[in-house]
């Protein structure tokens, strides 16, 4: 197999559409659980203290909130089929790209500046219009042929 082969499985693997998550932000992600037999949706709520490959299809984001005063990180792939949603709530001023160091803090010195941003408009997810171009091309594609033939 080839780079080019293996870059086409994954791209095929890929959401059409995800959110920009960016280091900094709180976000909501809801993940589909398995148990036994049944899915249920559960909902994690943190700081996004990394993110990794956005561009890839492996691209992954590192969410961290503290729960019951222990520290909780976990890791999604955005790209994942069982990770439903990622919903930003809020977007803080940040100047770098892994957070590490808010595990060593706690309380008033953990806090980010939050910064204003249109909250709808980052959720709101731009529409995969890719199959439908395909198929409309691929139909005007042979008329316009024997329109140039005659």
Known sequence: ???IDLKKIGDAQK???VVDV???DTVRVTQKIKEGEKFRSQT???VVIRTDRKDSHTA??????VASGVGVEKSFLIHNPLVEKIEIVHRAKVRRKNLSFLRERSGKSARLTNKAFDRAAVNALPVAETPANEASTAETAPVAEEAKAE
């Open 60 to 65: 992954r984001i590192t969410v961290r909130k």
């Open 1 to 3: 197999m080839s780079f």
């Open 44 to 46: 994690f709520e943190g």
């Open 15 to 17: 959401k059409s559409a």
């Open 22 to 24: 960016r280091s900094g």
